[in-house]
């Protein structure tokens, strides 16, 4: 038997319009699994197509994944190792909204230090949609959480029918029923009718420690180089208590003068500064 803890934290997923015309966070883990009977998948208590996979789910957040902070993604790291720490269990599924997933992905995929996969899945359109992806994409990534196929292949995200590695991935579109992908690579597999299929290995780094209450206190600022950049808002950013700052310059990550003359400054302050590029690749 195979035990999926499926991990819930709000996000497009589990939401449904709001009274006053948004859209808000709502459903449980345990909702989520119970819906997946109405949607005609497999809902994993019957010994039918997919026996062999027993579900227990955990809520530790309800919220649009545009709210989280620091300490809301370092709480997800820590519920996923604590799961871990449970030998009777095979892997996990966190359900996310789609948002700010690449962070919790980035920072699970660097701290993960366990051959048990752990798959974020999320949703384009809320359940409350007559064609929600949600159903499906939970579906795919509890089927791909308990294949043996997926143990070593790190830090998940199953969405789309697609299967990527967590490293790298950034949400690319708004709107579209795929927003992920890599700049600079493609998917590790795909979820068939008879399940996930893998057409390359991720590559998965040393492990890093979780973190700890100091990262919670961390404010990380981003600044963008652009035509007329000056250096107003990298200012404002080392006067306001910015710990670190992330500096998106133009091509090949230039900043222009003014914001490299502010760099310059920033690190003399003991600032960390990082220097990427707007390109996103
Ligand atoms: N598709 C989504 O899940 C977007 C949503 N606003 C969220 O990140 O929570």
Do not use: C
Request: glycine content about 12%; overall charge negative; charged content about 15%.
């Amino acid at each position: 038997m195979n035990r999926i803890v499926v991990l819930a934290t709000g996000g497009t997923i589990s939401s449904h319009r709001s009274p006053d015309g948004g859209s808000r966070a709502k459903d449980s883990a345990a909702d989520l699994i119970g819906a997946l009977s109405a949607h005609g998948l497999d809902d994993f208590t019957s010994g039918d197509a997919h026996a062999g996979i027993e579900l227990e789910s955990e809520d530790i957040a309800v919220q649009n994944s545009f709210n989280f902070s620091f300490a809301d993604i370092s709480r997800v790291a820590h519920a996923v190792a604590r799961i871990l720490s449970r030998e009777d269990v095979d892997g996990v599924v966190v359900t996310h909204g789609t948002d700010t997933m690449e962070e919790t992905l980035a920072l699970l995929g660097f701290t993960h230090d366990d051959p048990r996969p752990v798959v974020l899945t999320g949703a384009q359109r809320s359940p409350d949609h007559s064609d929600s992806d949600g159903p499906r994409n939970l579906h795919d990534a509890i089927r791909t959480a308990a294949s043996p196929a997926s143990r070593g292949q790190g830090v998940l995200l199953v969405f789309g029918g697609e299967i990527h590695s967590a490293l790298g991935l950034r949400k690319n579109h708004t709107l579209a029923p795929q927003p992920f992908g890599h700049r600079s690579a493609g998917a590790l597999g795909a979820v068939l009718e008879s399940g996930p299929r893998y057409f390359a290995q991720a590559l998965t780094p040393e492990p890093l420690p979780l973190p700890n209450d100091a990262f919670h206190q961390q404010r990380v600022d981003m600044v963008l180089g652009y035509p007329g950049a000056d250096a107003a808002l990298m200012h404002a950013a080392l006067e306001t208590g910015a710990t670190g700052v992330v500096v998106l310059g133009a091509g090949a990550g230039n900043p222009g003068v003014p914001l490299t003359d502010a760099i310059a400054q920033a690190t003399a302050q003991g600032v960390l500064v990082g220097l990427g590029t707007r390109t996103g690749a």
